[in-house]
């Protein structure tokens, strides 16, 4: 099921929401539905609107992730999105996105905007030695017709690509609170082993993400922190393998 909820106009921090750029989010959830109320106050000074696509009817223990991008895409050009801002439910843009999200859209013509991604490991903290400080996801993208929308079955990008867009860094974090539990950290490895297990669609494999050798941790800084605040209540997040999913 999806839902679309767009905001009438109104002025918040310095620029017109109703502006011939509207940015929609867009994101799907099932295991992390509980997360979505933050996720939506993250999002409320810097979104016109946001379309949800509701995976708990799904019977599989991980659904088709190019199948639920593609209709985002689709019903983001739809609602008449000038930028697609794609999210998951666990993670948050720092407060400073709200400041800068007009200098970001206005003007930057065929552009996908790439944000740090932070792995947090604590509320306050995430981790930065080895592939962890190195992290970049384009998650602010021109809207375009779900047609071209391409990707390999799992850490694919939201746009294909030979759309041509130009790929820019924001300066900005994106903060990715699923791996502050530990259990979480070796639930994901075990999941996506099982999703990839000859590795084809990620050469590093899955090994890493419960591998807390030589672990460095960085504090968010001053001033970049991210809102509402996180208190983690130590839940899965995501398909149990230890159960039976079958049927």
């Known amino acids: 099921?999806?839902?679309?909820?767009?905001?009438?106009?109104?002025?918040?921090r310095g620029r017109w929401f109703w502006s011939r750029q509207r940015?929609?989010?867009v994101f799907s959830y099932r295991y992390d539905a509980h997360l979505v109320p933050d996720l939506l106050a993250n999002l409320d000074a810097i979104v016109d609107g946001w379309i949800a696509y509701d995976d708990r009817a799904?019977?599989?223990?991980?659904?088709s992730e190019t199948q639920r991008r593609r209709a985002l895409v689709a019903a983001a050009y739809e609602a008449g999105a000038d930028w697609i801002l794609a999210m998951d439910p666990d993670e948050r843009l720092e407060n400073g996105v709200a400041s800068r999200i007009g200098r970001l859209i206005n003007g930057s013509g065929h552009v996908a905007w790439g944000f740090r991604c932070r792995e947090m490991y604590t509320p306050a903290s995430y981790r930065v030695d080895g592939p962890w400080g190195l992290k970049m996801q384009?998650?602010?993208f021109g809207a375009y017709h779900p047609d071209r929308y391409r990707a390999q079955d799992l850490h694919g990008a939201w746009f294909p690509d030979d759309i041509g867009f130009r790929l820019r860094d924001s300066g900005l974090n994106l903060y990715h609170l699923k791996m502050i539990e530990p259990?979480?950290?070796?639930?994901?490895?075990?999941?996506?082993?099982?999703?990839d297990p000859d590795r084809r669609l990620q050469q590093i494999g899955y090994d890493y993400l419960a591998d807390e050798a030589g672990?460095?941790?960085?504090?968010?800084?001053?001033?970049r922190g991210y809102f509402p605040a996180h208190a983690d209540d130590g839940g899965l997040?995501?398909?149990?393998?230890?159960?039976d999913h079958q049927g």
Not at 58 to 63: K, L, T, Y
């Open 183 to 195: 259990k979480r950290r070796v639930a994901r490895r075990d999941l996506y082993n099982r999703l």
């Open 215 to 223: 672990m460095i941790l960085e504090a968010v800084p001053a001033g």
């Open 1 to 12: 099921m999806m839902t679309v909820e767009m905001k009438p106009p109104r002025r918040r």
């Open 23 to 25: 940015i929609v989010a």
């Open 237 to 243: 997040w995501m398909a149990d393998l230890s159960l």
């Open 58 to 63: 799904a019977n599989e223990i991980f659904s």
């Open 138 to 140: 384009h998650r602010l």
